[in-house]
Protein backbone atom coordinates (compact mmCIF):
# COMPACT_ATOMS: atom_id res chain seq x y z
CA UNK A 1 0.00 0.00 0.00
CA UNK A 2 1.52 3.65 -0.19
CA UNK A 3 0.32 5.78 2.26
CA UNK A 4 -3.15 4.25 2.49
CA UNK A 5 -3.86 3.48 -1.03
CA UNK A 6 -4.92 0.03 -1.98
CA UNK A 7 -2.46 -1.51 -4.22
CA UNK A 8 -3.31 -1.07 -7.88
CA UNK A 9 -1.85 -3.20 -10.22
CA UNK A 10 -3.00 -0.67 -13.28
CA UNK A 11 -0.22 1.79 -11.43
CA UNK A 12 3.44 1.09 -13.25
CA UNK A 13 6.69 3.13 -12.56
CA UNK A 14 8.69 3.20 -15.11
CA UNK A 15 12.16 5.61 -14.34
CA UNK A 16 14.53 7.28 -16.68
CA UNK A 17 18.30 6.22 -15.61
CA UNK A 18 21.03 8.73 -16.05
CA UNK A 19 20.38 12.33 -13.63
CA UNK A 20 17.35 10.66 -12.53
CA UNK A 21 18.28 7.10 -10.54
CA UNK A 22 21.89 7.98 -10.62
CA UNK A 23 23.86 10.85 -11.17
CA UNK A 24 25.90 9.60 -14.09
CA UNK A 25 25.91 12.79 -16.44
CA UNK A 26 29.59 13.76 -15.28
CA UNK A 27 30.91 10.21 -16.52
CA UNK A 28 29.22 11.01 -19.66
CA UNK A 29 30.75 14.76 -20.38
CA UNK A 30 34.17 13.34 -18.98
CA UNK A 31 33.52 10.49 -22.04
CA UNK A 32 32.42 12.64 -24.28
CA UNK A 33 34.87 15.13 -23.22
CA UNK A 34 37.67 12.45 -24.34
CA UNK A 35 36.43 11.13 -27.87
CA UNK A 36 35.42 14.58 -28.79
CA UNK A 37 39.42 15.23 -27.86
CA UNK A 38 40.56 12.58 -29.97
CA UNK A 39 39.03 14.27 -32.76
CA UNK A 40 40.83 17.61 -32.14
CA UNK A 41 37.68 19.01 -30.39
CA UNK A 42 39.66 20.30 -27.43
CA UNK A 43 36.99 23.17 -25.91
CA UNK A 44 33.95 21.13 -24.61
CA UNK A 45 32.83 22.53 -21.43
CA UNK A 46 30.09 21.04 -19.19
CA UNK A 47 27.80 23.75 -20.54
CA UNK A 48 28.09 22.54 -23.93
CA UNK A 49 27.19 18.68 -21.90
CA UNK A 50 23.92 20.05 -20.51
CA UNK A 51 22.50 20.75 -24.05
CA UNK A 52 22.38 17.04 -24.80
CA UNK A 53 21.02 15.96 -21.21
CA UNK A 54 18.13 13.65 -21.92
CA UNK A 55 18.74 12.92 -25.49
CA UNK A 56 20.10 9.26 -26.24
CA UNK A 57 23.87 8.58 -26.93
CA UNK A 58 23.57 7.96 -30.70
CA UNK A 59 21.35 11.14 -31.60
CA UNK A 60 23.71 13.44 -29.61
CA UNK A 61 26.98 11.88 -31.26
CA UNK A 62 24.90 12.46 -34.58
CA UNK A 63 24.40 15.64 -33.54
CA UNK A 64 28.05 16.31 -32.66
CA UNK A 65 29.30 15.36 -35.97
CA UNK A 66 27.21 18.21 -37.63
CA UNK A 67 28.24 20.79 -35.20
CA UNK A 68 32.15 19.72 -34.82
CA UNK A 69 32.32 18.16 -38.66
CA UNK A 70 33.93 15.03 -37.42
CA UNK A 71 34.64 12.61 -40.09
CA UNK A 72 34.65 9.44 -38.36
CA UNK A 73 31.91 6.93 -38.86
CA UNK A 74 28.96 7.55 -36.17
CA UNK A 75 29.38 3.60 -35.30
CA UNK A 76 33.41 4.22 -34.49
CA UNK A 77 32.35 7.33 -32.35
CA UNK A 78 29.64 5.29 -30.54
CA UNK A 79 31.64 2.67 -29.57
CA UNK A 80 34.80 5.31 -28.38
CA UNK A 81 32.37 6.65 -25.90
CA UNK A 82 30.71 3.83 -24.65
CA UNK A 83 33.64 2.27 -23.78
CA UNK A 84 35.06 5.11 -21.82
CA UNK A 85 31.77 5.68 -20.19
CA UNK A 86 31.65 2.18 -19.31
CA UNK A 87 35.01 2.63 -17.20
CA UNK A 88 34.29 5.70 -15.83
CA UNK A 89 30.71 4.26 -14.94
CA UNK A 90 32.18 1.04 -13.28
CA UNK A 91 34.17 3.24 -10.93
CA UNK A 92 31.65 5.65 -9.45
CA UNK A 93 28.10 6.26 -10.25
CA UNK A 94 26.24 7.26 -7.35
CA UNK A 95 22.36 6.65 -6.39
CA UNK A 96 20.44 9.27 -5.35
CA UNK A 97 19.63 8.53 -1.76
CA UNK A 98 16.12 9.62 -2.00
CA UNK A 99 15.67 7.36 -5.41
CA UNK A 100 16.93 4.99 -3.85
CA UNK A 101 14.14 5.34 -1.33
CA UNK A 102 11.29 5.83 -3.76
CA UNK A 103 12.26 2.63 -5.77
CA UNK A 104 12.66 0.49 -2.21
CA UNK A 105 9.04 1.88 -1.18
CA UNK A 106 7.59 1.05 -4.38
CA UNK A 107 8.97 -2.41 -4.68
CA UNK A 108 7.59 -3.24 -0.69
CA UNK A 109 4.09 -1.71 -2.17
CA UNK A 110 4.11 -4.25 -5.12
CA UNK A 111 4.24 -1.52 -8.01
CA UNK A 112 5.56 -3.13 -11.47
CA UNK A 113 8.68 -0.97 -12.44
CA UNK A 114 10.83 -0.83 -15.42
CA UNK A 115 13.86 1.75 -16.38
CA UNK A 116 13.89 2.66 -20.02
CA UNK A 117 17.14 4.92 -20.85
CA UNK A 118 18.83 5.88 -23.84
CA UNK A 119 22.09 4.59 -22.48
CA UNK A 120 23.31 1.25 -24.36
CA UNK A 121 22.17 -2.18 -22.71
CA UNK A 122 25.51 -2.59 -21.18
CA UNK A 123 25.42 0.60 -19.36
CA UNK A 124 22.22 0.04 -17.64
CA UNK A 125 22.92 -3.35 -16.41
CA UNK A 126 26.68 -2.40 -14.91
CA UNK A 127 25.00 0.81 -13.41
CA UNK A 128 22.12 -1.14 -11.83
CA UNK A 129 24.15 -3.63 -10.91
CA UNK A 130 26.92 -1.93 -9.16
CA UNK A 131 24.41 0.36 -7.73
CA UNK A 132 22.54 -2.71 -5.93
CA UNK A 133 19.21 -1.89 -7.81
CA UNK A 134 19.51 -5.00 -10.56
CA UNK A 135 17.32 -6.98 -8.21
CA UNK A 136 14.57 -4.09 -7.69
CA UNK A 137 14.46 -3.12 -11.25
CA UNK A 138 15.01 -6.35 -13.86
CA UNK A 139 12.83 -5.16 -16.69
CA UNK A 140 15.60 -2.61 -18.48
CA UNK A 141 14.65 -1.24 -22.23
CA UNK A 142 17.84 0.95 -23.84
CA UNK A 143 16.54 3.37 -26.61
CA UNK A 144 19.13 0.73 -28.56
CA UNK A 145 16.52 -1.96 -28.94
CA UNK A 146 13.38 0.86 -30.58
CA UNK A 147 13.49 2.34 -33.48
CA UNK A 148 13.51 5.61 -32.24
CA UNK A 149 15.12 7.58 -29.08
CA UNK A 150 13.77 10.29 -26.89
CA UNK A 151 11.37 12.36 -27.24
CA UNK A 152 9.62 9.47 -29.48
CA UNK A 153 7.78 7.62 -27.20
CA UNK A 154 9.07 4.28 -28.63
CA UNK A 155 11.13 3.71 -25.43
CA UNK A 156 8.50 4.10 -22.61
CA UNK A 157 5.88 2.11 -24.71
CA UNK A 158 8.50 -1.19 -24.93
CA UNK A 159 8.49 -1.08 -21.42
CA UNK A 160 5.16 -0.93 -20.41
CA UNK A 161 4.77 -3.74 -23.01
CA UNK A 162 7.53 -6.05 -21.04
CA UNK A 163 5.81 -5.27 -17.84
CA UNK A 164 2.22 -6.15 -19.00
CA UNK A 165 0.63 -2.48 -18.42
CA UNK A 166 -1.28 0.08 -20.01
CA UNK A 167 0.36 3.50 -21.18
CA UNK A 168 -2.42 5.16 -19.62
CA UNK A 169 -1.41 3.29 -16.32
CA UNK A 170 1.96 4.04 -16.09
CA UNK A 171 4.10 7.01 -14.31
CA UNK A 172 7.50 7.83 -16.17
CA UNK A 173 9.99 9.81 -13.75
CA UNK A 174 12.39 11.88 -15.80
CA UNK A 175 15.01 14.50 -15.13
CA UNK A 176 14.94 15.92 -18.89
CA UNK A 177 12.70 17.70 -21.63
CA UNK A 178 12.66 15.60 -24.24
CA UNK A 179 11.85 12.58 -21.38
CA UNK A 180 9.36 14.57 -20.56
CA UNK A 181 7.82 15.21 -23.97
CA UNK A 182 8.01 11.30 -24.75
CA UNK A 183 6.12 10.60 -21.89
CA UNK A 184 3.88 12.82 -22.82
CA UNK A 185 3.77 11.24 -26.29
CA UNK A 186 3.36 8.13 -24.69
CA UNK A 187 0.53 8.72 -23.23
CA UNK A 188 1.95 8.54 -19.42
CA UNK A 189 1.91 10.65 -16.42
CA UNK A 190 4.95 12.26 -15.16
CA UNK A 191 7.07 13.05 -12.43
CA UNK A 192 9.68 15.46 -13.69
CA UNK A 193 13.11 16.06 -11.27
CA UNK A 194 15.30 18.77 -14.03
CA UNK A 195 19.35 18.07 -13.72
CA UNK A 196 19.18 21.15 -14.63
CA UNK A 197 17.71 23.07 -12.63
CA UNK A 198 17.49 26.38 -14.81
CA UNK A 199 15.46 24.60 -17.24
CA UNK A 200 12.19 23.61 -15.05
CA UNK A 201 10.76 26.53 -17.12
CA UNK A 202 10.77 24.36 -20.29
CA UNK A 203 7.81 24.30 -21.87
CA UNK A 204 7.82 20.42 -22.35
CA UNK A 205 7.98 19.85 -18.18
CA UNK A 206 4.73 21.52 -18.47
CA UNK A 207 3.31 18.37 -19.60
CA UNK A 208 4.23 16.58 -16.17
CA UNK A 209 1.91 15.90 -13.37
CA UNK A 210 4.52 16.71 -10.72
CA UNK A 211 7.56 18.95 -11.65
CA UNK A 212 10.04 19.18 -8.56
CA UNK A 213 11.87 22.57 -10.02
CA UNK A 214 14.34 22.29 -7.63
CA UNK A 215 15.40 19.22 -9.24
CA UNK A 216 16.96 16.63 -6.85
CA UNK A 217 17.75 18.87 -4.21
CA UNK A 218 13.57 19.30 -3.85
CA UNK A 219 12.53 15.77 -4.53
CA UNK A 220 11.59 13.29 -1.91
CA UNK A 221 10.30 10.37 -1.77
CA UNK A 222 7.80 10.88 0.50
CA UNK A 223 6.47 13.54 -2.05
CA UNK A 224 6.37 11.32 -4.78
CA UNK A 225 4.64 8.27 -3.01
CA UNK A 226 1.95 10.77 -1.58
CA UNK A 227 1.32 12.32 -5.45
CA UNK A 228 1.29 8.62 -6.70
CA UNK A 229 -1.62 7.85 -3.86
CA UNK A 230 -3.78 11.08 -4.74
CA UNK A 231 -3.58 11.09 -8.63
CA UNK A 232 -6.28 8.60 -10.62
CA UNK A 233 -4.43 6.17 -13.46
CA UNK A 234 -6.21 7.90 -15.99
CA UNK A 235 -4.23 10.77 -17.70
Known amino acids: ?8 ATTSVIFDLDGTLVDSEPNYFEAGRHVLGEHGITDFTWEDHQQYVGIGTQETIALWKERFGLTAPLD ?13 ARISTPVYPEMRKFVERLHVAGVQMAVA ?9 AILSGAGLATLLPVVVSADEVA ?24 VVEDAAPGAAAA ?5 RCIAIPYVAAQAGDALFATAGLLFRGGQDEFTAQAAIEWLALTPTTP
Open 117 to 125: SGSSREAIE
Open 76 to 88: ELLAQKNRRYLEL
Open 184 to 188: HAAGM
Open 148 to 171: HGKPAPDVFLEAARRIGAEPAGCV
Open 1 to 8: MLNGMSKD
